[in-house]
């Protein structure tokens, strides 16, 4: 059983950065998967970015390209996503999750376990 716990989100203007953190109590596997999803006002759950526990491996939608960055600690069994020049359009709960599956999916319903969120509002 894992239990995951989401922190770092907040109030900001249009072009601020801000750096969500997740923290996973239980046993994270070097094959698993951990990604960061979100919800914005009435819209579904939506990828943002994935990373593989051993390799580092990282995935990107394509609105996070270029200015989001996702990355791990190991020793803190944490995954952090850092998001620079936001965008109004990043408003939106944010969740970590993890997949128990070797393969990246981009679907919420691959994904085994998940926090509870963190709040992230972007105003203009």
């Known amino acids: 059983q894992v239990q995951l716990a989401e922190s770092g989100g907040g109030l900001v203007q249009a072009g601020d950065s801000l750096r969500l953190s997740c923290v996973a109590t239980g046993t994270i596997y070097s094959s698993d998967i951990m990604g960061w999803f979100r919800q914005g006002p009435g819209m579904e759950r939506e990828f943002v970015a994935a990373i593989n526990w051993r390799l580092g491996k990282t995935w990107y939608s394509d609105s996070a390209k270029g200015r989001f960055r996702i990355s791990r600690d190991n020793a803190e069994n944490a995954v952090y996503l850092q998001m620079n020049n936001l965008k109004v359009e990043d408003t939106a709960v944010y969740s970590c999750?993890?997949?128990?599956?070797?393969?990246?999916?981009?679907?919420?319903?691959?994904?085994?376990?998940w926090g509870q969120g963190t709040q992230v509002t972007v105003s203009s």
């Open positions: 999750a993890l997949s128990k599956s070797v393969y990246i999916d981009y679907q919420p319903g691959s994904y085994d376990y």
